[in-house]
């Protein structure tokens, strides 16, 4: 039935399902240019540019219009059967080179089928438009798409300065301001100079892809999932709901938090992924445009210090961090503030944030004392902050409202005099999701 509908109403099958009109008015065809109209007599290509009409302007709709009509330009879908042998993979799934399946079976036959996009019906159409669309725009326009929308959003950290796109001569971007600060886009990262924090190297730690990966495919902390609801889900509710189109993830590592949204935006939207690691950074870029893609997400990438971004006052509709303002560490309460700088009026920080359960009860007096007894090499926080506590915090800094939601408590104190974790030393505080309107 839902199928029906989309094709009555030229709506998404989401859209329905979501209530989102807005959406479905936006989705529905907008009438081609003129001059893209003039270029074809045939209903079916008019159709697939009609497609496209809703992720291009009018001049890359014309480019491509015109590539099309004198015939230098093929739009195709692929699709493709592999068969594999049938046993069960004993090793997991660590392996990919060519001729070994995702799960690590050898492929035992692999057809490709390419059909002209031309012949596909409409409710294909609409569903494939943005992959073309994405596809189309990183092969016809010079620079990325993410860049080019970021670019009205960055100011120079040095000056304060507007940042604009500079030249782009022997295939290096750099992003300039008036005063001639520049900054290079190396491995499609934008890099502000920043270095990592003396004593955490991630990149000694990930030396290579290889390495990234693992990390990317470890479960992590089976601690972080509980919680009867866990919190990438909480996270993923509210960002459904609002809909943001400029996301900003603060010291956002490997994204493991962001992941999971990552797989799931069905809108167009911006990502900026901020970290202080050139080197994460770089994967990310390659992880999620080769494993990861999502049609409607344009990633940019900055490598700069959170505490001190390259981003305009006001300008971003969702500040997001998965562990990461406490991350910053000895800067985490300027990352906050960082955060609240940046979003625009009626924009929302959404973040996960490491909370004692009650400052007066006896477990967590016993595991303030164990905490206590580490020493400096471990940047212990200065202060862990109760939820009421947090909720002045966040009065302080400026927001408006914030919404709290226990994902888990705080664990029991252990017996004893000796701290139990060697690494992830908040991970016996309870955790929150916190959603903080300015
Ligand atoms: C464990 S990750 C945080 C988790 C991450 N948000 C996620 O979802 O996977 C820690 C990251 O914080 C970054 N970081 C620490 N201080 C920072 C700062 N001042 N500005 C930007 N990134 C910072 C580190 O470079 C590191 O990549
Ligand atoms: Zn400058």
Redesign the pocket.
């Known amino acids: 039935m839902f199928r029906e509908l989309a094709w009555l109403f030229h709506m998404t099958i989401d859209s329905i399902v979501e209530g989102d009109l807005t959406f479905a008015q936006k989705s529905s065809q907008k009438a081609l240019p003129a001059s893209v109209e003039a270029l074809f007599p045939d209903a079916e290509r008019r159709r697939l540019l009609g497609s496209l009409s809703t992720y291009c302007s009018d001049t890359e709709l014309y480019n491509i219009a015109r590539e099309l009509s004198e015939g230098s330009l093929e739009l195709t879908v692929q699709a493709g059967i592999v068969r594999t042998e049938s046993a069960a993979c004993q090793e997991g799934r660590a392996h990919q080179e060519s001729g070994i399946c995702q799960e690590g079976r050898p492929r035992t036959g692999e057809r490709k089928v390419s059909i002209p996009a031309s012949l596909l019906g409409e409710n294909t159409l609409r569903e494939t438009a943005p992959y073309f669309a994405k596809a189309l725009g990183e092969m016809m326009g010079n620079t990325e798409p993410g860049l080019r929308r970021i670019e009205e959003l960055m100011r120079c950290p040095e000056c304060g300065e507007k940042l604009s796109l500079g030249n782009k001569d022997e295939n290096k971007i750099s992003i300039v301001c008036k005063n001639n600060h520049s900054y290079d886009v190396t491995d499609g990262v934008v890099y502000f100079g920043s270095r ?2 003396p004593g955490e190297l ?1 990149s000694l730690y990930m030396r290579n892809y290889q390495d990234y990966l693992r990390e990317q495919r470890h479960p992590g902390n089976p601690r972080y999932q509980m919680g009867a609801v866990p919190c990438s889900e909480v996270r993923w509710q509210t960002l459904k709901k609002l809909r943001p189109r400029v996301i900003l993830d603060m ?8 992941k999971y949204d990552l797989q799931r935006i069905n809108w167009p939207c911006l990502v900026i992924m ?4 050139h080197r ?1 950074l770089k994967y990310n870029k390659r992880y999620f445009s080769e494993e990861m893609v999502n049609p409607y997400v344009d990633i940019v990438c900055l490598a700069c ?3 001190h971004l390259p981003i305009r006052d006001g300008c971003i509709d969702m500040v997001v ?4 303002f406490e ?3 000895s ?1 985490m309460m300027d ?1 906050f503030r960082e955060g609240y700088r940046v979003l625009r009026p009626g924009g929302h920080a959404v973040y996960n944030i490491s909370i004692v359960g009650d400052h007066t009860s006896e477990n967590t007096k016993k595991w303030e004392y164990l905490y206590g007894t580490l020493d400096e090499s471990y940047s212990l926080h200065e202060k862990l902050y109760d939820i009421e506590e947090w909720e002045q915090v966040c009065r302080s800094t400026g927001y408006a409202a914030t919404e709290t939601k226990e994902i888990y408590g705080e664990l029991p104190a252990p017996e004893g005099d000796v701290f139990p974790f060697e690494n992830e030393i908040l991970q016996w505080m309870g955790e929150y999701l916190c959603v903080s309107e300015k």
Not at 251 to 258: E, R, V
Not at 274 to 277: F, G, K, N
Not at 321 to 324: V, W
């Open positions: 990592e924090i991630w010291a956002c590592g490997t994204c493991n938090g962001l901020a970290d202080l690691s994460i210090d959170c505490a961090s998965n562990g990461g991350s910053m560490q800067k990352g």
